[in-house]
């Protein structure tokens, strides 16, 4: 059974700081690793990595994969008060058409 | 582009009673998925369709069903409904060209009673 393990649980951090969130992963056929924010209701797609050690970078965020390690990290920094959310990591599996496996997520709140 | 829309939004039911939800996916898109988001277990698979069929089920009784029309929106139904089924429903669609990303809805909030 696939599995995904994110940390920490929550983490709060005041503006202007650097923040490292981590997901490990266990999955029988990786097909992807994909990184979300959820703020209020709808999850919004942030990163898909599929090669290790190619950053993904978008703003502020960025993401890196290693798959003979089995984790990711995603980084935010110089964080804002509009970071505050919940991050989930997923992992996809080749033998799973789209189906998505998901970490209980971290709860990230930026104090201004 | 439009994005996933789910509807309703807020849904309030007995026990014992049914529910459909509904969502339509982005335009194009041709997979759709359902997943259960509860504070105890987060989001958990529930099925996905393409081209109308089941292509993934996952470990959620038979209570819980779904279908797909031939303009990709997508249903699921809960009969029999019971206290622990109160969560939020998501549904994703993607594309399904090679690693297209899963892209939500907004949720039903579904409150069992």
């Known amino acids: 059974e696939d599995k995904v393990v994110q940390s920490p649980l929550s983490l709060v951090v005041h503006e202007g700081d650097t923040v490292t969130l981590n997901c490990s992963y266990e999955v029988t056929n990786f097909r992807s690793l994909l990184w979300y924010k959820q703020e209020k209701k709808a999850p919004t797609f942030l990163f898909m990595l599929t090669s290790s050690g190619i950053e993904k970078k978008s703003g502020r965020l960025s993401s890196i994969l290693d798959k003979k390690e089995l984790f990711s990290i995603l980084n935010i920094t110089a964080t804002q008060t509009g970071d505050s959310a919940i991050y989930l990591c997923?992992?996809?599996?080749?033998?799973?058409?789209?189906?998505?496996?998901f970490g209980g997520g971290t709860r990230l709140m930026v104090k201004p | 582009k439009a994005g996933v829309t789910q509807t309703p939004r807020y849904l309030i039911k007995t026990r014992g009673q049914q529910v459909t939800l509904s969502c339509s996916p982005i335009s194009g898109h041709r997979s759709v998925s359902w997943y259960q988001q509860t504070p105890g277990q987060g989001l958990q698979f529930l099925f996905e369709?393409?081209?109308?069929?089941?292509?993934n089920k996952g470990n959620f009784p038979g209570r819980f069903s779904g279908r797909q029309f031939s303009n990709s929106r997508s249903e699921m139904n809960v009969s029999t409904l019971e206290l622990g089924d109160s969560a939020l429903y998501l549904c994703?669609?993607?594309?399904?060209?090679?690693?297209?990303?899963?892209?939500f809805g907004n949720g039903t909030r579904l409150t069992v009673t």
């Open positions: 994703a669609s993607s594309s399904d060209t090679n690693n297209s990303p899963l892209h």
């Open positions: 369709y393409f081209s109308e069929t089941q292509r």
């Open positions: 997923a992992v996809g599996n080749n033998n799973a058409g789209n189906m998505l496996t």
